[in-house]
């Protein structure tokens, strides 16, 4: 059973340019989330993609959108690449447990890495 | 301010020692989440705890939870080469469901020594 499953694994781009990594979730899972970390930092969430539609966002500016297709795999796109966009970028997804007091253990892929040169 | 703090940072051990890794919320947590990460590649999930006073235990790692739901611990008895890596904890505010997401502390550094 596959885990979770991203491309590239390593990318080198400069700034002002952009980027799109892609992520294919576990099987069974509807839910994919986005997260970025930088070196010596934990992951930072980015942004939830649930039904095709964003349904969460952390602090991250507008430069940094995604999708979800019908298939519940997933894009990110950062737009205007700058140096500080720099950092490991991780897929995790889930199977959304509408309950409040669910719990959802999120499967993180191996990420990208991003150089902004 | 971090909403996560982890401490040590790093530490180094010799095989065979024992080791606790500390996890401090200022707030309430959901849910607390240990995940384990090689350098550079993606994180493993250990355990979660959900409870006040809250244990588990897998192989040689035990992870508590306090009563208050603001502290956790996860204990490494007769460490191994194998138990190196970058140890996260991951809370969950939210309670769950659709809004669901993990706010991570920024990680210990294991190096264990044969």
């Known amino acids: 059973d596959a885990g979770v499953t991203q491309s590239p694994t390593h990318l080198i781009k400069t700034r002002g340019q952009q980027v799109t990594l892609r992520c294919s979730p576990k099987?069974?899972?509807?839910?994919v989330s986005w997260y970025q970390q930088a070196l010596g930092q934990g992951p930072q969430f980015i942004f939830q993609?649930?039904?095709?539609?964003?349904?969460q966002r952390g602090n991250f500016p507008d430069r940094f959108s995604g999708h979800q297709f019908p298939n519940y795999s997933s894009e990110l796109n950062v737009n205007a690449l700058l140096l500080g966009d720099s950092a490991l970028y991780l897929c995790?997804?889930?199977?959304?447990?509408?309950?409040?007091?669910?719990?959802?253990?999120?499967?993180f892929g191996a990420g990208s890495r991003l150089t902004v040169l | 301010s971090q909403e996560l703090e982890q401490s040590p940072q790093s530490l180094i051990v010799q095989e065979g020692k024992n080791l606790t890794i500390n996890c401090t919320s200022s707030k309430t947590l959901y849910g607390l989440y240990w995940y384990k990460q090689k350098y550079g590649e993606g994180l493993i999930f250990l355990m979660m705890l959900q409870k006040g006073g809250e244990e588990k235990s897998h192989e040689k790692i035990t992870a508590k939870l306090d009563e208050k739901k603001q502290q956790s611990s996860l204990h490494i008895t007769a460490s191994q080469p194998s138990h190196a890596g970058i140890y996260l904890c991951?809370?969950?505010?939210?309670?769950?469901?659709?809004?669901?997401?993990?706010?991570f502390g920024k990680g210990t550094l294991l190096t264990v020594n044969p």
């Open positions: 993609y649930y039904e095709e539609e964003e349904r």
């Open positions: 099987s069974g899972h509807d839910t």
């Open positions: 995790a997804s889930s199977f959304l447990d509408r309950r409040a007091s669910g719990a959802n253990v999120l499967t």
């Open positions: 991951g809370a969950d505010r939210s309670g769950g469901g659709s809004n669901y997401k993990l706010t």
